[in-house]
């Protein structure tokens, strides 16, 4: 299943409709921003954690939703690849949401009507971004490396869009990675 450091016995305070894994994913987001909030003085709510089949995007591990507070990952590479989930996944899409709080404050949403029903949107917050080096610039870098991810090892340094060129993989599993968001 998941080799990492956190044990089970730690997740009796979890939502028990997570399974294992999602359980250990949502205590290491919790302990990633409590210890960063310790650490440089901030106060980030916990986001929330969906572990989603995403099978129609299988290069894609994670992905950040400032509107919901909420970090998404693939099942597909919970499956495949737990260790670069805990080790990079949750802290590079933690280190989106920290940018956005800290350039918008907590999402202001509402629920609007839209042709794909209704949609839960931030009325502040970031705009669909297309230049991944806004995205992945210098702010996102710090942040990601203080949470400890490894801009650099992802490719964010070297390339706005890494992967073609630098693939991620986790030491453990020397699983190659597509997609961070």
């Known amino acids: 299943m998941v080799a990492c450091c956190l044990g089970l016995s730690a997740c009796s305070n979890l939502d028990p409709r997570l399974n ?4 250990l994913f949502a205590q290491r987001m919790t302990h990633l ?8 003085g901030t106060h980030y709510p916990v986001p929330h954690l969906s572990i989603e089949d995403m099978s129609s995007r299988p290069t894609v591990v994670s992905a950040a939703e400032y509107s919901a507070w909420t970090v998404h ?5 919970v499956l495949k690849d737990p260790c670069t989930v805990d080790h990079e996944a949750l802290a ?7 940018v956005y709080y800290d350039k918008y404050g907590p999402p202001q949403t509402a629920l609007l ?11 502040n917050g970031p705009g669909l971004l297309q230049d991944s080096t806004v995205e992945h610039g210098p702010e996102w870098q710090a942040k990601a490396r203080a949470l400890g991810a490894d801009p650099c090892r992802e490719g964010y340094c070297y390339s706005a869009k890494p992967y073609k060129k630098y693939p991620l993989s986790c030491p453990a599993t020397q699983t190659e990675l597509a997609v961070v968001r």
């Open 20 to 23: 294992p894994a999602g359980a």
């Open 92 to 98: 590079h899409e933690l280190a989106h949401l920290f």
């Open 113 to 123: 009507n839209t042709a794909k029903g209704m949609q839960l949107v931030a009325m």
């Open 73 to 77: 990952i693939n099942r597909l590479w």
């Open 33 to 40: 921003t409590e210890t960063y909030n310790q650490r440089y």
